[in-house]
């Protein structure tokens, strides 16, 4: 099991491109989560899936889309870039709820936005 | 939402001491509280975690304590080894689908 994987593992933007982050996992697990990493500011959510089919906003989701394409697979998508999105992006997978399983991590992408 | 805070932002302890990182939460429905460790340039990864009908955790030399009451929860490196370097993260749920971290303790064990 390869676990949770993203692409791409860096990323440069300029102001006002668009990029989507992608994020898959093949554990069969249920619910999907997307991070942002700053110095200082520890993990913050973003979106989540708890289940194929919905998506709820997290903490920070202003300029941020998510689409859950299937069960595996949970994308991030920034319509317009700017430099305070410069960041870290984790996506995480819980089997079934948080406090019956472990969230797992993928590696994350480093975004930079000049 | 929940507020998670935690203390201290940086610790440095010498080999073979012991380190207590402490975290604080607002939600009191919050009811599952793991810790993440976080080596440079790597993925978080779940070291030990709690639930809230328990009130003391441990695992080889690492342990977490919860007290309900005063809403706050501690983990405990004892023996701690130059490999124990790197950031610790520790979070709450209320809601049963989503942590709320806190911002993270940089500790740092000097041979």
């Known amino acids: 099991n390869a676990g949770v994987t993203q692409t791409p593992k860096f990323q440069v933007l300029k102001t006002g491109q668009s990029m989507t982050l992608q994020c898959a996992q093949d554990?069969?697990?249920?619910?999907m989560y997307w991070y942002r990493q700053d110095p200082g500011m520890g993990l913050r959510l973003i979106y989540y899936?708890?289940?194929?089919?919905?998506?709820d906003k997290g903490e920070v989701p202003n300029g941020y889309n998510v689409s859950r394409l299937n069960k595996r697979e949970f994308s991030l998508r920034l319509e317009s870039a700017a430099p305070s999105q410069t960041s870290v992006y984790f996506c995480?997978?819980?089997?079934?709820?948080?406090?019956?399983?472990?969230?797992?991590f993928g590696p994350g992408t480093r975004l930079t936005v000049l | 939402g929940e507020n998670v805070e935690q203390h201290p932002s940086t610790l440095s302890v010498q080999e073979g001491d012991s380190a207590v990182i402490k975290c604080t939460y607002s939600?009191?429905?919050?009811?599952?509280f793991p810790w993440y460790k976080q080596e440079l340039g790597k993925r978080p990864q779940l070291i030990i975690d709690?639930?809230?009908?328990?009130g003391e955790k441990k695992d080889q030399r690492i342990a977490v304590t919860l007290n309900k009451t005063a809403k706050h929860f501690s983990l405990h490196i004892t023996e701690t080894q130059p490999e124990d370097s790197a950031v610790y993260f520790c979070?709450?749920?209320?809601?049963?689908?989503?942590?709320?971290f806190g911002k993270g303790t940089s500790l740092l064990v000097t041979p």
């Open positions: 554990m069969n697990h249920n619910s």
């Open positions: 995480a997978s819980i089997l079934s709820g948080v406090g019956t399983d472990t969230q797992y």
């Open positions: 899936s708890a289940s194929e089919g919905t998506t």
């Open positions: 979070a709450a749920s209320p809601s049963g689908y989503a942590l709320n």
């Open positions: 709690i639930r809230s009908n328990v």
């Open positions: 939600d009191s429905a919050s009811n599952y």
